[in-house]
């Protein structure tokens, strides 16, 4: 290059231009590795890494090339170019001049990334690396197997090829569908405007409470036939305290008080190891417990029931109705003005003793009958007659 002093003398000025990085061939590559390794040879930390800085500079067009081999293959080719750069700085640092050629070297190590990036980043699901590298053997002896037999081998023909069991190439056929899985947001096709997520199923939230359902059915049937029927009219049939109340005769406070120690009971069986056994209470005489009793008036024997009839009581109720009919009465009175409901055990027992009735051919009549418990007789065809 030319160019003029302020004096007016003329001076000649010659300078190297370096052939840009296109026009390298491998030969400049390895002469400058050749170059670099001489040139850390005794200097300081410091300036060997503005060397190392160099070298990976001049050769970062040799990295993209090889990159550049495998674009199209659905990695973006900037994260390719980034991974190849990154084995190019991995070769600079391993590089020993006495092992051979620098390129060499440095295409083994940069293809070994770009390869071990799509092995292991480019899954959409996680999948094992001996069945990721299976799946690579299966697609090159599927190749191979076509070419040979002009279609598509069987699975028990790339079991012999690869001398490997059937169930461990099937897994490998269904594990490369991970690869690149479809998006949730993928039209379902046709005019339809649905999404692929739309027909997968959704979370179920009462599942959570599964275990809780369950271990409340079971303390249900610890608790007397009153509480459980009133704590299903209230929570299941949405009945109101009153209504409740006029189907038990009893008062709307009543139903309010038996609710509050029915749930506060189930609220201390379920935090507990063990259940608490059932208390009916110091403050007033329990009007769901079972009470029967056998009087003989004159000809006549009357057979009082209050309370509930449930399971517990209904072998009591079965026996004193028995007892009532053995003795051949003029009849049986059932009085019933102090039942506050019937179970099915019940309701059977009270069935037993009309049977034995009628087996011995003595009259038995049921009488006061609260329209709870008429309901209950009616649906299991007992029904009484009107007082």
């Known amino acids: ?59 970062l067009p040799f990295a993209g090339r090889l990159a550049r081999r495998y674009r199209g293959r659905g990695e973006p080719l900037e994260d390719l170019e980034q991974v190849a750069r990154l084995g190019l700085v991995n070769a600079v640092d391993r590089y020993d001049p006495e092992r051979g050629s620098f390129t060499a070297y440095a295409a083994i190590t940069i293809v070994g990334e770009i390869k071990r990036h799509f092995r292991d980043r480019t899954w959409g699901v996680h999948v094992p690396r001996r069945l990721r590298d299976l799946i690579l053997e299966v697609g090159q002896a599927t190749a191979a197997l076509t070419s040979e037999l002009s279609r598509a ?29 479809a998006s949730l947001n993928a039209p379902v096709g046709g005019e339809s405007s649905a999404e692929f997520g739309d027909l997968v199923g959704e979370s179920d939230n ?17 608790l007397p036939w ?88 209904a072998d009591q109720l079965r026996r004193a109705m028995l007892e009532a009919v053995t003795g051949q009465p003029s009849e049986v009175v059932v009085d019933l003005v102090g039942a506050g409901g019937f179970d099915a055990g019940g309701i059977a027992a009270l069935m037993a003793g009309r049977d034995a009735a009628e087996r011995t051919g003595v009259p038995l009549r049921l009488t006061r009958v609260q329209p709870a418990v008429r309901r209950s ?11």
């Open 1 to 59: 290059m030319f160019g003029q002093t302020s004096t007016g003398t003329t001076s000649t000025t010659t300078t190297t231009t370096t052939p840009p990085p296109t026009e390298r061939g491998l030969e400049d590559l390895d002469a400058a590795a050749l170059a670099y390794a001489a040139r850390i040879e005794g200097l300081p930390p410091e300036r060997r890494q503005e060397a190392r800085d160099d070298l990976v500079r001049f050769a």
């Open 206 to 222: 009462a599942l959570e409470s599964v275990d809780d359902r369950v271990t409340v059915s079971g303390l249900l049937h610890r």
């Open 377 to 387: 007789l009616t649906a299991a065809g007992m029904a009484p007659a009107r007082d």
């Open 153 to 181: 081998p069987s699975v028990a023909e790339l079991s012999a090829r690869l001398e490997t069991p059937e169930a461990e190439i099937l897994a490998a056929l269904e594990s490369a569908a991970g690869y690149s899985p």
């Open 226 to 313: 009153r509480e459980r029927r009133i704590l299903a009219m209230r929570f299941y049939g949405n009945q109101t305290q009153a209504e409740i109340a006029a189907r038990f005769g009893i008062s709307q406070m009543h139903v309010s008080r038996l609710l509050s120690r029915a749930l506060t009971w189930l609220r201390q069986a379920m935090l507990a190891d063990a259940p608490p056994p059932w208390q009916n209470g110091a403050a007033e005489p329990d009007p769901g417990k079972t009470r029967i009793s056998v009087k003989q008036n004159g000809d006549r024997v009357v057979v009082e029931v209050g309370g509930e009839i449930d399971r517990d009581g």
